[in-house]
């Protein structure tokens, strides 16, 4: 649900502009990755550009490509999403009481931070014992990238939020290799590689801890512009969510552009048009269908892969499993026996 919610927003730049410059500081041409991920440079110079939120998240799989052999880049690039990079969000967070009340605004409004981690608030006998970040909903070859920069934006988030922060201890989903950065030293606190869940555990104490910049009034003056962005995105989603039923709702063959238009009652041209303005286009709401259901009959069905390639409208068994790979970055043979 967060993908979709996501993929229709508009949000600010700063995102794109702090992975750019991370680029440009390590040698890397940001222009080619912009590109790929159709994102104009004149968005990019403008201190008050937006982009959408496929934009963003296609732009973080280039940088993740771009530097797959420095992973330390990705912890350097999260500590530098300070709070106030999240616009209104950050300021919400901050005119919040106390930890557990700015903890709250972060869940409730996570769609408008730049990650594809689900992050939820752990309690045991009514304690705030953890901020917990979820990256179930990763594709295979971005999880790493948002893990570790995680390691450093997380840590952020919530320093920035009061000084000192009564965190004990992060413990990461990630493997215990060589990232090319002492993550420990770095952040101050114990780092635990390897865990069941991802989180940043903290003090006893610290979920009624007042925060400095506390003000109901403003508190609520920026939860409503937070609330007002999620109802402007899932009100441009109608037309996404509209074509995506529609898809879901096909056997086969799949309608093209054309024939989904007159189904939608508008011209192939207004269809385009209204996609691109979400910076999506049809082929992209169509293989998400389509990972959406190989998955589920890989995962649910005794169908061979041959039999499940077929059903998606792939002409050969290798093209799905070309297509597959792109997707989760696994073959679907290896999807089908990997560990549940």
């Given at each position: 649900m967060k993908l979709e919610l996501i993929s229709s927003m508009r949000m600010?730049?700063?995102?794109?502009?702090l992975m750019a410059a991370m680029l440009d500081e390590h040698g890397?041409?940001?222009?080619?990755?912009?590109?790929?991920?159709?994102?104009?440079?004149?968005?990019?110079?403008?201190?008050?550009g937006e982009v959408s939120g496929l934009q963003e998240l296609h732009f973080q799989e280039e940088f993740a490509k771009a530097t797959a052999d420095q992973p330390a880049l990705w912890f350097r690039l999260g500590?530098?999403?300070?709070?106030?990079?999240?616009?209104?969000?950050?300021?919400?967070v901050l005119s919040a009481g106390t930890i557990h009340q700015g903890l709250k605004v972060l869940v409730a409004f996570q769609a408008l931070t730049y990650s594809l981690l689900q992050y939820r608030l752990h309690e045991e006998d009514g304690?705030?014992?953890?901020l917990e970040a979820d990256d179930a909903m990763i594709q295979t070859d971005l999880r790493d990238f948002c893990l570790v920069r995680a390691l450093?934006?997380?840590?952020?988030?919530?320093?920035?939020?009061?000084?000192?922060?009564?965190?004990?201890?992060?413990?990461?989903?990630?493997?215990n290799r060589n990232y090319g950065m002492d993550f420990a030293s770095a952040l101050g606190v114990p780092v635990v590689f390897g865990a069941t869940n991802s989180r940043w555990v903290f003090a006893p104490d610290a979920a009624d801890m007042v925060l400095p910049m506390a003000s109901p009034l403003l508190e609520q003056t920026y939860q409503q512009l937070c609330e007002r962005l999620i109802d402007e995105a899932q009100t441009s989603?109608?037309?996404?969510?509209?074509?995506?039923?529609?898809l879901v709702r096909v056997n086969r063959p799949y309608p093209n552009a054309k024939e989904a238009a007159a189904q939608l009652s508008m011209s192939e041209r207004t269809l385009n048009r209204r996609l691109a303005q979400q910076g999506l286009s049809f082929g992209d709401m169509l293989n998400q269908v389509r990972q959406q259901r190989a998955s589920y009959l890989l995962d649910r069905s005794n169908l061979?892969?041959?039999?499940?390639?077929?059903?998606?409208?792939?002409?050969?068994?290798?093209?799905?499993s070309r297509a597959f790979k792109r997707w989760l970055g696994m073959s679907p043979m290896n999807y089908r026996q990997r560990p549940r």
């Amino acid at each position: 649900m967060k993908l979709e919610l996501i993929s229709s927003m508009r949000m600010p730049n700063q995102s794109v502009r702090l992975m750019a410059a991370m680029l440009d500081e390590h040698g890397i041409d940001p222009q080619p990755l912009l590109a790929a991920a159709n994102i104009p440079s004149n968005v990019v110079d403008d201190p008050q550009g937006e982009v959408s939120g496929l934009q963003e998240l296609h732009f973080q799989e280039e940088f993740a490509k771009a530097t797959a052999d420095q992973p330390a880049l990705w912890f350097r690039l999260g500590l530098r999403y300070r709070l106030m990079t999240y616009g209104p969000l950050g300021l919400a967070v901050l005119s919040a009481g106390t930890i557990h009340q700015g903890l709250k605004v972060l869940v409730a409004f996570q769609a408008l931070t730049y990650s594809l981690l689900q992050y939820r608030l752990h309690e045991e006998d009514g304690v705030l014992v953890a901020l917990e970040a979820d990256d179930a909903m990763i594709q295979t070859d971005l999880r790493d990238f948002c893990l570790v920069r995680a390691l450093g934006s997380a840590t952020m988030f919530l320093r920035d939020m009061r000084q000192p922060f009564p965190l004990l201890r992060i413990e990461t989903r990630l493997a215990n290799r060589n990232y090319g950065m002492d993550f420990a030293s770095a952040l101050g606190v114990p780092v635990v590689f390897g865990a069941t869940n991802s989180r940043w555990v903290f003090a006893p104490d610290a979920a009624d801890m007042v925060l400095p910049m506390a003000s109901p009034l403003l508190e609520q003056t920026y939860q409503q512009l937070c609330e007002r962005l999620i109802d402007e995105a899932q009100t441009s989603d109608d037309l996404v969510g509209s074509l995506f039923a529609l898809l879901v709702r096909v056997n086969r063959p799949y309608p093209n552009a054309k024939e989904a238009a007159a189904q939608l009652s508008m011209s192939e041209r207004t269809l385009n048009r209204r996609l691109a303005q979400q910076g999506l286009s049809f082929g992209d709401m169509l293989n998400q269908v389509r990972q959406q259901r190989a998955s589920y009959l890989l995962d649910r069905s005794n169908l061979s892969i041959e039999q499940i390639g077929e059903m998606l409208g792939f002409a050969e068994t290798a093209s799905f499993s070309r297509a597959f790979k792109r997707w989760l970055g696994m073959s679907p043979m290896n999807y089908r026996q990997r560990p549940r």
